[in-house]
């Protein structure tokens, strides 16, 4: 700014006054020590509502060397430690998914970063070798992030690929021309589906006893 002044906050502000040509703004002087102006320029960040969650998280790695104690960074932005804990969590990410982010920060919300940075720490190297192969399809649209974790997990455990793990199947079961249930596959399981009052007693029965001959079924 010059003059020994430095700008803390109202950088649009001070952005759409020079578009604009004109030659004086108004503005407050006040004395900040550093830790106070990172805290206003982090607010200022936060309140954004064009920042993705992304843009935040880097925002809140800048301020984090002035704020030591998590707590009070938490409070300097107006969220709880578990919601400033989803924020880091992107850091914890590979750099191959962060630098996807740099260009197309939308990508991943904070919810979705915590939960592929907990799947990751539980799978190790099997985890790492998932995410590899499952964050082309979120970058693509093929996979929804907030199933990426469940995914990673499928993947791992069960030897279910990138395709099978993103995919959902829905059949629909019909009774004549209304639809009486559905059965549904997906990462998590399958489920299956009746509507109220369209599966007769003795239908119950028969489904009872096939499940009964492929498992063991307890009341």
Known sequence: MGDGFQLVAGERRWRAHKLLNKQSIRAV???CSDQDMAALALMENVTRDDLTD???AIAVRRAESEFPQRTRLAKVMGVTRNDLYKFLAFDELPDFIKSDLDLNPSLLAANSAQEIANALKKTGESGLKAIRDLWPLVVNGDLVPSKVAAAIN???????????????????????KIQAGSITKDVKGLTIKFKAGVVTEEQETLLREQIGKMFSISE
Do not use: C, M, N, W
């Open 54 to 56: 992304y843009e935040i």
């Open 154 to 176: 499928a993947q791992v455990t069960r030897g279910v690929s990138a395709a099978d793990a993103g995919g959902r199947s829905i059949l629909k079961i019909f009774s004549g």
């Open 29 to 31: 002087v006040i004395e």
